[in-house]
């Protein structure tokens, strides 16, 4: 089976100023790498806009109401000191989280093995009632609250390796079982959310990693942490939030992954998704600040989800 790419126009569009690290040209470096040669066999769709009843899956109708009537018609708003939003950023947003629904029904519904939405606004950081953090829906929540509420899933996982602990993603899923949230990220750095006491329901697993950790750390990670998690939980899919801020050139923290790290992970996730989810995977574009490192990482980490629909 193919590999899906998710994108739209649209989310080149939001802008959140003049030197605010969440740019278009972060989105821009992954598109130019994915439309080289290896990439070939990748079928790009463009992204849909997620419908209200979407939205409200996981946010609550007077947020999203809030963001989308507070949209400016020209020059900026700032929902707080990092989270500015510009004329374009309304449909940008509904862009990322419709790319996110459109990928799970096509997953689901076996046109494809695995996806990819390389989307912007990313959206990790937004809780059901505050956006934050760059980020003003919560992409991977919403997709992973349509995978159940469309398609009548009864488990169904978020793996989050950003750098930064993905506190909305948490927010959403803390009181409900059917959902499985696992984090790895820097310790002590934005949000401040993300320590290993936070467990839910016994279902959100935090992996804080402390600055300077790499290959070793991550694989650690994995083999203590994460795949026991995944294999108790039985996921009927999987969805990563895929932020590659963890990359040793990004400039907003201090872990050392490289591509090879990132493929490596990407190679293990879908091997439980094979396993239990009948080898169903979307995933999600978060963070990611150094262009080369991000283009660099997301091309090698899409490249072994076509591994995994090829049969590979």
């Not at 046109?111 to 989307?119: D, L, P, Q, R, Y």
């Not at 829906?137 to 978020?158: S, T, Y």
């Not at 907003?252 to 239990?276: C, G, H, M, P, Q």
């Amino acid at each position: 089976m193919t590999t899906l790419l998710y994108t739209h126009p649209a989310c080149l569009e939001h802008d959140a100023g003049y030197g605010h690290p969440e740019c278009a040209a972060r989105l821009s470096a992954i598109l130019d790498a994915l439309k080289a040669a290896p990439f070939a066999a990748l079928e790009w769709r463009d992204a849909p806009l997620a419908s209200i009843d979407q939205l409200t899956r996981i946010h609550v109708p007077a947020h999203v109401e809030r963001i989308l009537s507070g949209i400016p018609k020209q020059g900026y708003y700032a929902i707080d000191g990092d989270t500015i939003v510009s004329p374009q950023s309304g449909e940008a947003a509904l862009r990322a989280a419709g790319a996110v629904c459109a990928a799970v029904d096509a997953v689901l519904q076996d046109e494809a093995g695995t996806a990819f939405c390389a989307i912007r606004p990313p959206g990790h950081h937004a809780e059901p009632s505050q956006s934050m953090g760059f980020c003003l829906f919560g992409n991977a929540a919403i997709g992973a609250a349509h995978a159940r509420m469309a398609h009548g899933l009864e488990r169904v996982a978020v793996i989050d390796f950003d750098v930064h602990h993905g506190n909305g993603t948490q927010a959403a899923f803390e009181r409900d079982p059917a959902y499985l949230y696992i984090s790895t990220h820097q310790a002590y750095i934005y949000p401040g959310t993300g320590r290993r006491s936070e467990r839910g329901v016994g279902n959100i697993v935090n992996v804080p990693l402390t600055a300077g950790s790499g290959s070793a750390e991550l694989r650690e990670a994995w083999r203590e942490d994460i795949e026991p998690a995944l294999q108790q939980f039985k996921p009927q899919l999987i969805l990563i939030s895929a932020g590659f801020d963890a990359h040793y050139l990004d400039p907003l923290a201090e872990l050392n992954f490289s591509e090879d790290d990132y493929a490596w992970l990407t190679r293990r996730i879908v091997a439980v998704a094979r396993k239990f989810g009948q080898g169903r995977v979307v995933s999600v574009l978060e963070g990611g600040y150094n262009l080369p490192a991000l283009a660099a990482s997301a091309a090698a980490h899409v490249s072994a989800l076509m591994e995994d629909a090829a049969g590979g």
